[in-house]
């Protein structure tokens, strides 16, 4: 059966425009104004914006760290996905000390196959970096993995720099790219041992132990590092201005950089910290949540294209699992959802508050996504031959955000109480009517999605 999508405004990364969708077996056959068809599912979206499904390019589901594991796993994770108009999330498979990166990615094909709703594909956050790891990386690339994670925090997953050389060069070789999360490990020790010192365990001081400078220096000496390797690099939930300047700094030298933003990023400041009680325990995230002027200054970044992906970073813990850092906060479990969000909160504080453009949404949440993880144009496009996963925007629905409306699996919603403007209306996953007004109809239709090679975004 053919469906047909009449009277819309289809939106991709270069303009808005009306016209019709038609799409049957998964894949779009027509988009131009006027489609007349007589056989098809007819379906009148006048007034609706209709999005290229989105990409969260930034989840951990089931990820087991800081002696727990995350509240969503792949079931309720990609439910939530798909609620919120996101068709397609990229996890970080990781690869724990002592295994191989095929190991790891089978470990997380055990997790995801079956089990999730929306599409999926893995990155692999390497962990431990050696001769075998190296010689794995061309048939982990070749069989649809080709985007990497390295952190340069974390007692687990600590690259040193060394190591981040080599596998730059290594990905460089071999036709991946990386995502790297930058925060300078030995400052964040000594500032947490200062704060201990000094008798402070609560959740403040978890802002006071990662400065902006922290994300800063990190960031700097990686893209040093891969101006050295001679090979582009991203720079995933970047969360401050002065983060930001060495990239600046860093495009200047003529280096390829991609930045990613998140939500919490763009919608709070560091206030969270000092909320009554327990309550920013809740926001307690890596890198943090920065002063107000960061927040503005990531505005005027997206605005700028500067920025040229927004995902979430999600990694859900419930106010139980948050509960283990009472009485000290480097034991609270990092991480908050925001799957399920994403797009209204764009769409609200980006396009309705902040003079984003609808092709800016496009571009930040489906088509760079796409493009940069090599999925397009099969993804992040409403163009004939494509993927019929396409969501259909209820600019004007009011809502107001709440646990109570959420699909994720937690106990509290970080954006309690925001109303919005705003809403995924209709989620189509490969032509199936996958998602209703937060409602999730289709379970578990998900695919794997092996993807290329990076394309480069001008
Ligand atoms: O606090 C966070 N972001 N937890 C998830 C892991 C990471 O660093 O991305
Ligand atoms: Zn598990
Ligand atoms: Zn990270
Ligand atoms: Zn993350």
């Known amino acids: 059966m053919k469906t047909l999508l009449k009277g819309g405004t289809v939106v991709s990364g270069s303009k808005a425009v009306a016209a019709d969708v038609l799409m049957e077996n998964g894949t779009i056959?027509?988009?131009?104004?006027?489609?007349?068809?007589?056989?098809?599912?007819?379906?009148?979206?006048?007034?609706?914006?209709?999005?290229?499904?989105?990409?969260?390019?930034?989840?951990?589901?089931?990820?087991?760290?800081?002696?727990?594991?995350?509240?969503?796993?792949?079931?309720?994770?990609?439910?939530?996905?798909?609620?919120?108009?996101?068709?397609?999330?990229?996890?970080?498979?990781?690869?724990y000390q002592g295994e191989s990166l095929h190991q790891a990615l089978n470990n997380?094909?055990?997790?995801?196959?079956?089990?999730?709703?929306?599409?999926?594909?893995?990155?692999?956050?390497?962990s431990d970096w050696n001769h075998s790891v190296s010689e794995e990386l061309d048939t982990i690339v070749s069989e649809g993995v080709t985007s990497f994670k390295l952190y340069m925090t974390y007692d687990e997953m600590y690259m040193a720099d060394k190591k981040i050389y080599q596998i730059l060069k290594r990905l460089k070789e071999a036709g991946g790219i990386a995502g790297v999360h930058c925060e300078n490990k030995g400052i964040i020790e000594a500032l947490i041992e200062e704060e201990k010192a000094n008798g402070n365990f609560s959740v403040n001081a978890h802002k006071k132990t990662r400065p902006a400078a922290v994300?800063?220096?990190?960031?700097?000496?990686?893209?040093?590092?891969?101006?050295?390797?001679?090979?582009?690099?991203?720079?995933?939930?970047?969360s401050s201005e002065a983060g930001y300047k060495e990239i600046a700094y860093a495009r200047e030298r003529g280096q390829e950089v991609y930045v990613e933003t998140c939500p919490q990023y763009l919608i709070f400041n560091e206030d969270v910290y000092d909320l009554p009680g327990f309550e920013g325990s809740k926001y307690v995230i890596s890198p943090t949540i920065k002063k107000e002027s960061d927040r503005q200054k990531l505005w005027e970044l997206l605005k700028a294209d500067q920025i040229q992906t927004v995902s979430t970073d999600h990694?859900?813990?419930?106010?139980?699992?948050?509960?283990?850092?009472?009485?000290?906060?480097?034991?609270?479990?990092?991480?908050?959802?925001?799957?399920?969000?994403?797009?209204?909160?764009?769409?609200?504080?980006?396009?309705?508050?902040?003079?984003?453009?609808?092709?800016?949404?496009?571009?930040?949440?489906?088509?760079?996504?796409?493009?940069?993880?090599?999925?397009?144009?099969?993804?992040?496009?409403?163009?004939?031959?494509?993927?019929?996963?396409?969501?259909?925007?209820?600019?004007?629905?009011?809502?107001?955000?709440?646990?109570?409306?959420?699909?994720?699996?937690?106990?509290?919603?970080?954006?309690?109480?925001?109303?919005?403007?705003?809403?995924?209306?209709?989620?189509?996953?490969?032509?199936?009517?996958?998602?209703?007004?937060?409602?999730v109809l289709l379970e578990k239709t998900g695919a794997y999605v092996a993807r290329n090679k990076p394309m480069v975004i001008s």
């Open 29 to 95: 056959l027509d988009v131009k104004p006027g489609i007349e068809e007589k056989e098809a599912d007819i379906i009148d979206v006048t007034g609706r914006l209709l999005f290229p499904g989105f990409i969260d390019a930034h989840t951990h589901f089931d990820l087991h760290v800081a002696g727990t594991v995350t509240a969503d796993d792949f079931e309720s994770g990609t439910k939530a996905a798909l609620a919120g108009g996101t068709t397609m999330i990229i996890d970080f498979a990781t690869q």
């Open 108 to 126: 997380w094909h055990k997790k995801a196959d079956g089990y999730a709703s929306c599409d999926y594909g893995f990155h692999l956050a390497i």
């Open 215 to 238: 994300e800063a220096e990190a960031a700097g000496r990686l893209l040093k590092i891969a101006q050295v390797a001679d090979c582009p690099v991203i720079i995933v939930h970047l």
């Open 315 to 439: 990694c859900s813990f419930t106010t139980a699992q948050k509960a283990a850092g009472r009485e000290d906060f480097t034991k609270i479990p990092n991480g908050m959802p925001g799957v399920e969000a994403r797009p209204a909160l764009v769409y609200n504080f980006g396009v309705k508050q902040n003079g984003l453009t609808v092709e800016q949404m496009c571009r930040m949440l489906s088509e760079n996504p796409a493009k940069l993880y090599g999925v397009y144009p099969r993804k992040g496009v409403i163009a004939p031959g494509s993927d019929a996963d396409l969501v259909v925007f209820n600019p004007d629905a009011k809502w107001t955000m709440s646990v109570e409306n959420q699909v994720a699996n937690v106990d509290y919603c970080p954006f309690e109480g925001i109303s919005v403007e705003g809403k995924a209306e209709l989620v189509f996953l490969k032509g199936r009517l996958a998602a209703e007004n937060g409602e």
